[in-house]
């Protein structure tokens, strides 16, 4: 069974562009997750979806930052303008109910010059 | 707030046991996972204690102490394959929700 994906891999953009990144969760999963590691920081959560729904987005930094997850399957992330600050690495996980554990996808490395 | 803590590095001797301590304080408490990452790879899930005790799979056994606010992750036997990253997470139950909160991470460094 395939794990969650994410693409792209690494994405390296100026500041004031517009990036989207892209989580493919685990088949049959309801429940999809972002979360980001700035350098040296923990990882926080951004936002959580149970099918199409936002179930809590009080993680998003701010209103440059849209999720959607459009029929319910996959998801992206856009950053809208990016700013320095953004760059990190945006991790997606999902899990089958929101008590069951999260799987992870190896993350996005976003670098905003 | 939630504040989880956990020591930024050990090292430790192939074929030895290490112990990876982590301290929460959070509200709404539901759970603590462990999770091993590899540099630049996935966070790959370890263990899950909700309620107090020790939980075993194979050389991995972890603990929990909800009183105390207190988690260990036991390695033992030691491989070199085991040196990574090892996150503490806190589940969190908000508003209906399920949210992880991470530590920082221990990064284990496993010498011959």
Redesign the interface.
Known sequence: EA??TQFPSHSVIEKGQTVTLRCDPISGHDNL?W?RRVM??????LL?FVKESK??E??MPNNRFLAERTGGTYSTLKVQPAELEDSGVY?CASSQG??N???????TRLTVL | GQNIDQPTEMTATEGAIVQINCTYQTSGFNGLFWYQQHAGEAPTFLSYNVLDGLEEKGRFSSFLSRSKGYSYLLLKELQMKDSASYLCAVRVLLTGANNLFFGTGTRLTVIP
């Open positions: 794990g969650v997750y979360y040296g920081k923990e990882i926080k959560f959580h179930q809590d009080s993680g991790f929101t008590n554990e999260q799987f992870f996808g190896p993350g």
